[in-house]
């Protein structure tokens, strides 16, 4: 970095969350970006004031909205709660970096799709959320979209960290408690690295206004099920613990899950000219970050 290159000042919102956290501690290492990490304290999304507030302080160039409602089976009977935070706290927040004249980078979900082709998904494919969670959260891309603000929504599926409290980190707890694990093998899509997201959407904030415009998908390369990953996760742990397959009726949930979630990770690499990598190759480099501690 040459003195006087521009240096693109970086809002996150949601930043204790799995994604967020990352998002702030990987930002900080780039000289390229000046990041601020606010939480739910500084920074509500469902407050206009709250969100006017922190942007005439920090005067973001990017917002990446990290924050969201996101108990996917509580929000079956907290409705209210989902939509005032996914669908209404984005509005506001992309109506707010409009008239900032900031970009927006928002995180979405693939379970804005219902019953679908089996086939990788793309931004153009028809959505149908099965649950309160994932028409929240297509609100929130809607209100994205009219309120003409600048950025990208990136869709992701099946976030998992090497820390705090997740699929994977659920899966080592559970082997070492029982030393055994049933998990469901009829729910398809892509394990996603929150590092690995957290980098792409860092090389988005700093193409600034320039990013992609519009709805993208973020995946790594290939698919499996719940059971493949979780044998995936026990056999980078050394465990020798069985991994039994169930179907989804072994374990009932309040919110219907779609059986495909496979999203396509392809075009977003191209388009940004990232390295395409394998989901089991980017689950290798999260685990070596738990290895460093
Ligand atoms: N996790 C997944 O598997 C997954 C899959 C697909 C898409 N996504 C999407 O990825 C994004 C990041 O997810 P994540 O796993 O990092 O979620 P997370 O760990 O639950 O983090 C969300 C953060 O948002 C905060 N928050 C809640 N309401 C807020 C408000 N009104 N104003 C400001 N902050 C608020 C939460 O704070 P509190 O903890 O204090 O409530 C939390 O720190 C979300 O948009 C999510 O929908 C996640």
Redesign the pocket.
């Known amino acids: 970095m040459q003195e006087g290159d521009r240096v693109t000042r970086v809002l996150v919102?949601?930043a204790?969350?799995?994604?967020?956290s990352r998002l702030v501690e990987l930002g900080a290492r780039r000289k390229t970006l000046r990041i601020v990490g606010l939480?739910?304290t500084d920074?509500?999304?469902?407050n206009p004031s709250s969100i006017q507030k922190a942007l005439s302080r920090h005067i973001p160039d990017v917002v990446v909205?990290?924050?969201?409602?996101?108990s996917v089976d509580l929000a079956e009977s907290e409705q209210e709660c989902a939509f005032a935070?996914?669908g209404a706290?984005v509005k506001h927040l992309a109506e707010a970096c409009r008239q900032n004249q900031g970009a927006l980078i928002h995180?979405?979900?693939?379970?804005v799709f219902g019953e679908v082709e089996r086939v990788p998904l793309c931004p153009s494919e028809l959505t149908g959320p099965l649950g309160v969670y994932g028409a929240s959260?297509l609100e929130g891309e809607e209100a994205f979209l009219a309120s003409g603000v600048q950025g990208t929504v990136v869709r992701?599926?099946?976030?998992y960290d090497a820390r705090g409290s997740?699929f994977l980190t659920t899966m080592l707890r559970l082997a070492d408690k029982h030393g055994r694990l049933k998990v469901v093998n009829d729910q398809h899509g892509v394990p996603t690295s929150?590092p690995a997201l957290a980098e792409a959407l860092l090389d988005l904030a700093e193409r600034g206004q320039d990013m992609p415009q519009g709805i993208r998908h973020y995946a790594h390369a290939g698919h499996t099920t719940w059971h493949g990953f979780a044998s995936a996760i026990v056999g980078h742990a050394g465990l020798d613990v069985p991994v039994e397959a169930v179907t989804s009726d072994a374990f009932p949930t309040a919110a219907t899950r779609p059986a495909w979630s496979v999203l396509d990770g392809a075009p977003l690499h191209q388009e940004m000219g990232w390295a395409f990598e394998s989901w089991q190759n980017a689950l290798a480099a999260c685990w070596k970050l738990r290895e460093e501690g």
């Open positions: 919102t949601g204790e969350g799995q994604l967020g939480d739910q920074l509500d999304i469902t909205n990290a924050a969201a409602y996101t935070v996914n706290g995180v979405s979900t693939d379970y959260k992701v599926a099946w976030l997740n929150a």
